[in-house]
């Protein structure tokens, strides 16, 4: 006869403020955070979401204890932006034969009259080069931005969750880590850009075939997107650190009967971070200026602060996730 234990939830033996379910015959990956059911039962209690209040502080505590990691990845996505930014002027640039700099002159001038007979004269003789390979400089600066952001997100999400099991990733592992996940977050991209597009030619052919239609599509499709904002911001952390599953799905089954909750607090950590993204947009409005130069510079410390924002959404979301009761490898 064995000895070995039934069944059941126990201890996890790598992490004592968990429980990790045994088969029967060896540790299975499922585990959940360790809490006493009322009835004094041997098992995970459902999670708890913490307070509202309680995310944002934890977000920000976050942040600082791991601004290391922080930062190494996000000058990896910073140099994915530049990237995408020098492309797409290089790109443009043969693309309308050399003139980019004069049309940007131009349209900047405080004198400028789009319908002036030299403006029309000007515009009118412009040639394009629209060869394959100006368009193949532009895809690949696209193409920089996409996987430097999902590495950055499946990096994020790695070490806040290892942050929140009391653990120390470092900074090279959450990266190595993460460069096998990006394949999954590309997944979740082109999944999400192909649910949008058929929603869209459904409501596109519905307005032309039959316009009446629209009355339930409309509102069906404000309630998709809400719903939707959910399991996907979900999914995307499921891809970064959870089990090998449909992300989607695993996102949705998460937040069954806690949707609001959650919806709740996603809401007011987009709100907050908004905010402080609309105030830096709104000083750099004021301080504008006309020249390339100034304009390139602005980008790049836009960009800089937006991916900073990100890093800290990412954190947010991650946290929920953990909250939730979200596994983890």
């Known amino acids: ?32 955070p360790r809490h006493t059911q009322p009835d004094g039962r041997s098992g995970p209690q459902t999670p708890q979401i913490r307070r509202t209040g309680q995310l944002l502080s934890d977000m920000f505590a976050t942040t600082g204890r791991r601004w290391r990691s922080w930062i190494g990845v996000a000058l990896i996505y910073l140099a994915g932006q530049v990237t995408m930014l020098v492309l797409l002027i290089v790109g ?17 001038d405080p004198d400028f009259d789009p319908d002036s007979a030299e403006q029309t004269t000007y515009f009118e003789s412009l040639e394009l080069e629209l060869s394959l390979a100006n368009f193949a400089i532009i895809l690949l600066g696209l193409l920089a931005v996409w996987i430097t952001g999902n590495l950055m997100q499946a990096t994020v999400a790695r070490v806040a969750i290892s942050d929140l099991k009391g653990r120390t990733l470092a900074p090279s592992d959450a990266f190595r880590q993460a460069l096998r996940r990006v394949p ?5 991209d082109l999944q999400i850009v192909s649910i949008l597009l058929i929603a869209t030619f459904v409501m596109v052919l519905s307005g032309i075939a039959a ?50 909750a959650t919806l709740g607090r996603m809401l007011l950590v987009f709100v907050v971070v908004m905010a402080v993204t609309f105030v830096f947009g709104l000083a750099f409005t004021v301080a504008g200026s006309s020249s390339l130069a100034f304009q390139v510079v602005a980008q790049l410390v836009q960009t800089a602060v937006g991916t900073a924002i990100a890093v800290m959404i990412m954190i947010a979301l991650a946290i929920i996730y953990h909250d939730l009761g979200g596994e983890s490898d």
């Open 184 to 188: 999954r977050l590309m997944g979740i």
């Open 92 to 108: 443009a640039n043969q693309i309308l034969r050399g003139e980019l700099s004069e049309i940007w002159d131009r349209v900047n």
């Open 211 to 260: 316009p009446v239609l629209l009355i339930p599509l409309i509102p069906a499709f404000i309630v998709g997107a809400i719903f939707g904002m959910v399991f996907v911001s979900l999914a995307y952390v499921v891809a970064s650190v959870g089990p090998h599953t449909w992300s989607l799905r695993y996102g949705a089954r998460l937040v069954r009967g806690r949707f609001w």
């Open 1 to 32: 006869m064995s000895d070995l234990p039934p069944a059941d939830w126990y201890t996890d033996p790598e992490d004592d403020s968990q429980y990790r379910y045994w088969d029967g015959s060896a540790w299975t990956e499922h585990r959940a």
